[in-house]
């Protein structure tokens, strides 16, 4: 076995578990890893906390001298879902506690699943726009609600994309997919009477839904997170009322304007 660097090998699961974090893992998920990661190279003293915001690591190789212990802490800034990266870096730990992988060799890898490229935004508009689509078929549209949700998720898509890439907060950003999606969808319901309002928003704003926040919110409580589940609870919960914010702004005006109609 390869001669072990305690401060590289906590260097190297503090990022194996940063990108996790980053792209959308859980944080019981997240602690498991980096206990292996430490463990598989007969570190007797591992303990890890996360949280969705930062990542707390110690280690000791001699479990008894507090001198020898080292622990770190990684401040998350910011996250994203990408869950192909959070299944590489799963793929990854397996093959490192199995196998006799030198620290080095298991940077590379993960600076290699750090710097993968997230789908095309053609594709993911395109992907979304028809996942949008179905969905209004699902909650009761017709096949003219199933095209104006499409064409409005996809502007979403895009316009959500945008705005994160200028550093907006994530309440001013969802706000806007809401505007969009209730703009676009009046205006399609002038365009062909046969399509609603209602089902085209339900069917446009679900590319914005917080799906995998309520998810993650739900298994850390379950795990015993608690911190973290109310924390990723909150965050779902400002998305949702940041998209019912846009979209009842959008509405409300529109009622006003029209004297209580929306067609």
């Known amino acids: 076995m390869h001669q072990v660097n305690q401060k590289k090998l906590l260097v190297m699961a503090l990022y194996a578990g940063e990108i996790m974090l980053k792209n959308g893992a859980e944080t019981y998920r997240v602690e498991d890893t980096i206990i292996r990661l430490c463990k598989s190279r007969?570190?007797?003293f591992v303990e890890a906390y996360a949280t969705p915001t930062g990542i707390f690591i110690s280690v000791d190789n001699d479990g008894e001298d507090?001198?020898?212990?080292i622990t770190y802490v990684k401040r998350i800034q910011s996250r994203s879902i990408n869950l192909n990266k959070v299944a590489e870096v799963n793929s990854f730990s397996r093959k490192f506690v199995d196998e006799d992988m030198s620290l080095e060799e298991?940077?590379?890898q993960l600076k290699a699943i750090d710097q993968l490229l997230?789908?095309?935004?053609?594709m993911e508009a395109f992907f979304g726009g028809?996942?949008?689509g179905f969905f209004t078929l699902l909650f009761g549209g017709n096949h003219f609600d199933l095209v104006g949700?499409?064409?409005t998720s996809i502007f979403i898509t895009v316009s959500v994309n945008k705005f994160s890439k200028l550093g907006l907060n994530s309440f001013l950003t969802y706000t806007t997919g809401g505007f969009i999606a209730a703009l676009s969808a009046i205006i399609f319901s002038y365009l062909?009477?046969?399509i609603h309002v209602d089902k085209v928003i339900i069917g446009a704003i679900m590319v914005m839904v917080p799906g995998v926040a309520i998810t993650n919110a739900v298994r850390d409580s379950i795990s015993g997170d608690l911190v973290s589940g109310l924390s990723r609870g909150a965050e779902a919960l400002l998305i949702a009322t940041s998209i019912?914010?846009?979209v009842g702004f959008v509405l409300k005006t529109w009622i006003y304007l029209t004297g209580g109609r929306l067609i």
């Open 42 to 44: 007969k570190f007797p």
């Open 66 to 69: 507090l001198n020898e212990m």
């Open 106 to 108: 298991a940077m590379a």
């Open 118 to 122: 997230p789908y095309p935004l053609p």
């Open 130 to 132: 028809i996942a949008s």
């Open 149 to 151: 949700a499409l064409i």
């Open 192 to 194: 062909h009477p046969l």
């Open 244 to 246: 019912a914010f846009g």
